[in-house]
């Protein structure tokens, strides 16, 4: 797991933090009193039942807090440029007057896939490229774990390898018999267009304060984040990423390249009801040993407040909360990436999976934003068609595994 330097945190991260701590130990308290109730008198009060789970909401509420907090503080200050390779100013300039005029001198046309018109659009320049892809990368969970590679045709080929050169010992003037070749797979990864429409103002567009480029990452953002999250996770392939639970699966054992393996969590559509918590190791150990030191846990924030009230055979919660600003919650000791995209708890759902991430999920993205500027759709406002190609799918089926909800 990577360090992240807490210096740079901000006070309201910091208070989310100390919020979410505070929430977590009254949680810890009123469970162990629901617990302690259900094992002497095989039930629990209903009030007490009712205390756990709205604490449990002030928990679940608190870590949002934070993670928007820690987000927030990801994102670039509106002006503030990494310092990246800036385009020349004649080309900054032209296309600062088509964002505001719609003056298209200079600029490179490129004409969009299919031959209508308005499936045409200016390329931006890299500044606001850039601004696009930090957003992204600081409010999409999947871009912050998997590897995301930028190429610049419409499918990327990646040779890999689904059995290794083989090797042997033999004596200093033995013969040498010719081993085994490996055994290649090519993988594809097509990019599909992404693509959002904000509004602006002309009024707001002539304001000499705003930085277009940023106004412009804003407004994408959220609507290209949301639609990535949920293509990079069930995505069916077809004109969007492929998603994680959209391959094959097989029982963890039995699965063959092209499908991921998948560990039974003890009960249909529930979890086993004793001793949870050890399906969840079950699930850790699945994956090979190098795989592990960078996995993580990937559930929605409705399965993560199942798993916050397991405990392990010492009566320890399973569960940490970060203890400082910039860490994610802990499961079994591994991080806690939380995705919304992922499935609720249902008869064979699989609504966790673990693993290494940046080694088995690739993202594509396709060099280059286009941007089509429309006055006259919606008038009197100026819609900003933006377009964005984007792949993705699984490129090791070893790293990641998921968690079955079936008996076996």
């Not at 399906?279 to 929605?300: C, E, H, S, T, W």
């Not at 802990?330 to 080694?359: C, H, K, Q």
Request: aromatic residues 8%; contains cysteine.
């Amino acid at each position: 797991m990577k360090e992240t330097k807490t210096a740079s945190a901000s006070p309201e991260a910091r208070a989310a933090l100390h919020e979410m701590m505070a929430a977590f130990e009254a949680f810890k308290g009123a469970n162990d009193a629901r617990l302690d109730e259900i094992e002497k008198k095989a039930s629990a009060d209903a009030l007490l039942e009712e205390k756990v789970a709205r604490i449990d909401q002030a928990v679940a509420g608190a870590q949002a807090r934070l993670d928007r907090a820690l987000s927030e503080s990801r994102r670039p200050m509106l002006g503030a440029e990494a310092p990246v390779v800036a385009a020349a100013p004649e080309a900054k300039a032209a296309w600062d007057g088509y964002m505001k005029s719609g003056q298209s001198y200079g600029l490179e046309l490129k004409a969009g896939l299919s031959s209508a018109s308005n499936s045409a659009g200016y390329v931006v320049p890299p500044e606001t490229e850039r601004a696009i892809e930090r957003r992204l990368m600081a409010g999409s969970p999947m871009r912050e774990i998997a590897t995301v590679r930028t190429v610049g045709s419409g499918v990327f080929r990646k040779p890999v390898s689904t059995a290794g050169v083989t090797a042997g010992w033999v004596a200093e003037t033995a013969a040498r018999p010719e081993t085994d070749p490996a055994t290649l797979a090519l993988l594809e990864f097509s990019s599909a267009d992404l693509y959002a429409c904000p509004a602006a103002t002309q009024s707001l567009l002539d304001d000499a304060l705003i930085d277009l480029d940023e106004w412009l990452a804003a407004e994408v953002e959220d609507a290209f984040a949301a639609q990535e999250t949920a293509a990079f996770v069930s995505g069916d392939g077809v004109n969007k990423p492929k998603g994680f639970l959209a391959y094959a699966t097989a029982s963890e054992g039995t699965q063959t390249w092209g499908q991921i393996g998948t560990v039974a969590s003890g009960a249909a559509g529930a979890f086993a009801s004793t001793s949870p918590a050890d399906k969840l190791i079950d699930l850790i150990y699945a994956p090979k040993a190098q795989y592990r030191p960078n996995g993580r846990f990937v559930m929605n924030r409705r399965t993560v407040s199942a798993v916050r009230k397991f405990k392990d055979a010492d009566g320890n919660y399973v569960w940490s909360p970060a203890t400082r600003p910039g860490e994610a919650a802990s499961l079994l000791g591994y991080p806690v990436t939380e995705i919304e995209t992922m499935p609720d708890v249902a008869a064979n759902s699989l609504s966790i999976a673990f693993g290494d991430f940046s080694r088995g999920y690739l993202i594509v993205d396709r060099a280059g934003v286009r941007v089509l500027r429309d006055p006259y759709s919606a008038k009197p406002y100026v819609l900003f068609y933006t377009t964005k190609r984007v792949g993705g799918g699984v490129q090791n089926f070893d790293a990641i595994k998921l968690m079955k909800f079936a008996a076996s």
